[in-house]
Nanobody
Framework: QVQLVGSGGGLVQAGGSLRLSCRASGRTSRTYAMGWFRQAPGKEREFVAAISPGPGITYYADSVKGRFTIARDNAKNTVYLQMNSLKPEDTAVYYC????????WGRGEEYDYWGQGTQVTVSS
């Protein structure tokens, strides 16, 4: 089992920044990709960003490309999501997740463990 604990959400004005963190604990000896998803009220969960194991190749949804940056610290089993130039449409609960799959990290079904979610609210 792997436990994921996310933090760093909050309320910010449009144009502001937030950094989310997610620390994995438990059986983290296997290599895994890490990703962020989000779900706004009344909407389906959507992919935000992912980072591969090993070389740390990054992937982003078009809606956040150029504004968000995903990074990982393997020594700390932690993934970060730096969010800049936030927009009201970024308002959602953000979930981190880990995947043992070898690809397809844009799909939620490729992920094995999920964090509890952290609220991000961007005011206009």
């Amino acid at each position: 089992q792997v436990q994921l604990v996310g933090s760093g959400g909050g309320l910010v004005q449009a144009g502001g920044s937030l950094r989310l963190s997610c620390r994995a604990s438990g059986r983290t000896s296997r290599t895994y990709a890490m990703g962020w998803f989000r779900q706004a009220p009344g909407k389906e969960r959507e992919f935000v960003a992912a980072i591969s194991p090993g070389p740390g190749i990054t992937y982003y949804a078009d809606s956040v490309k150029g504004r968000f940056t995903i990074a990982r610290d393997n020594a700390k089993n932690t993934v970060y999501l730096q969010m800049n130039s936030l927009k009201p449409e970024d308002t959602a609960v953000y979930y981190c997740a880990t995947s043992y799959s070898t690809g397809g990290w844009g799909r939620g079904e490729e992920y094995d463990y999920w964090g509890q979610g952290t609220q991000v609210t961007v005011s206009s």
